[in-house]
Protein backbone atom coordinates (compact mmCIF):
# COMPACT_ATOMS: atom_id res chain seq x y z
CA UNK A 1 0.00 0.00 0.00
CA UNK A 2 1.41 2.83 -0.85
CA UNK A 3 0.57 6.33 0.74
CA UNK A 4 0.32 9.40 -0.72
CA UNK A 5 1.86 12.33 0.60
CA UNK A 6 -0.80 15.40 1.15
CA UNK A 7 -0.33 18.95 1.66
CA UNK A 8 -2.69 21.50 2.09
CA UNK A 9 -3.42 23.60 -0.43
CA UNK A 10 -1.60 27.03 -0.56
CA UNK A 11 -2.79 30.35 -1.39
CA UNK A 12 -6.46 29.41 -2.43
CA UNK A 13 -9.68 30.48 0.19
CA UNK A 14 -8.48 27.71 3.06
CA UNK A 15 -5.01 28.85 2.89
CA UNK A 16 -6.33 32.61 3.72
CA UNK A 17 -9.12 31.74 6.26
CA UNK A 18 -6.41 29.27 7.91
CA UNK A 19 -3.74 31.90 8.60
CA UNK A 20 -6.29 34.79 9.86
CA UNK A 21 -8.47 32.05 12.05
CA UNK A 22 -5.04 30.94 13.71
CA UNK A 23 -3.56 34.57 14.18
CA UNK A 24 -7.32 35.35 16.00
CA UNK A 25 -6.75 32.19 18.11
CA UNK A 26 -3.24 33.55 18.85
CA UNK A 27 -4.63 37.04 20.13
CA UNK A 28 -7.46 35.51 22.23
CA UNK A 29 -4.94 33.30 23.68
CA UNK A 30 -3.01 36.41 24.51
CA UNK A 31 -5.78 38.13 26.18
CA UNK A 32 -6.89 35.10 28.31
CA UNK A 33 -3.39 34.60 29.64
CA UNK A 34 -3.55 38.53 30.35
CA UNK A 35 -6.54 38.50 31.45
CA UNK A 36 -7.26 41.37 29.80
CA UNK A 37 -11.19 40.61 28.92
CA UNK A 38 -12.99 37.83 29.22
CA UNK A 39 -16.05 38.84 27.01
CA UNK A 40 -12.87 39.55 23.99
CA UNK A 41 -11.42 35.97 24.47
CA UNK A 42 -14.92 34.16 23.73
CA UNK A 43 -15.36 36.80 21.06
CA UNK A 44 -12.22 36.26 19.21
CA UNK A 45 -12.06 32.25 20.00
CA UNK A 46 -15.49 31.61 18.78
CA UNK A 47 -13.96 33.56 15.51
CA UNK A 48 -11.20 31.66 15.35
CA UNK A 49 -13.08 28.30 15.62
CA UNK A 50 -15.42 29.19 12.89
CA UNK A 51 -12.54 30.68 10.19
CA UNK A 52 -11.61 26.72 10.97
CA UNK A 53 -14.55 24.89 11.16
CA UNK A 54 -15.16 26.18 7.63
CA UNK A 55 -11.89 25.51 6.59
CA UNK A 56 -12.66 21.99 7.97
CA UNK A 57 -15.69 21.84 5.77
CA UNK A 58 -13.36 22.95 3.01
CA UNK A 59 -11.53 19.84 3.43
CA UNK A 60 -13.78 16.99 4.01
CA UNK A 61 -11.91 16.97 6.94
CA UNK A 62 -14.48 15.48 9.98
CA UNK A 63 -11.79 16.17 12.72
CA UNK A 64 -11.28 19.45 12.22
CA UNK A 65 -15.50 19.91 11.69
CA UNK A 66 -16.15 18.02 14.72
CA UNK A 67 -13.69 19.69 17.08
CA UNK A 68 -14.29 23.23 15.85
CA UNK A 69 -18.22 23.11 15.63
CA UNK A 70 -18.40 21.82 18.90
CA UNK A 71 -15.93 24.70 20.41
CA UNK A 72 -18.07 26.90 18.36
CA UNK A 73 -21.13 26.00 20.21
CA UNK A 74 -19.33 25.72 23.13
CA UNK A 75 -18.13 29.25 22.62
CA UNK A 76 -21.32 30.77 21.80
CA UNK A 77 -23.24 29.19 24.49
CA UNK A 78 -20.55 30.84 26.92
CA UNK A 79 -20.84 34.21 25.57
CA UNK A 80 -24.85 34.37 25.51
CA UNK A 81 -24.91 33.40 28.95
CA UNK A 82 -22.80 36.24 29.92
CA UNK A 83 -24.75 38.72 28.01
Known amino acids: MK ?7 KQDVSWYIKWFASI ?3 IAMSVRASQFSPMLD ?10 WFFVGLLWHDRSLIVLNGASAV ?9 L
Not at 74 to 82: F, H, N, R, W
Open 74 to 82: ILLTGLLST
Open 3 to 9: LERFTTP
Open 24 to 26: VLL
Open 42 to 51: IILSLIGVTG
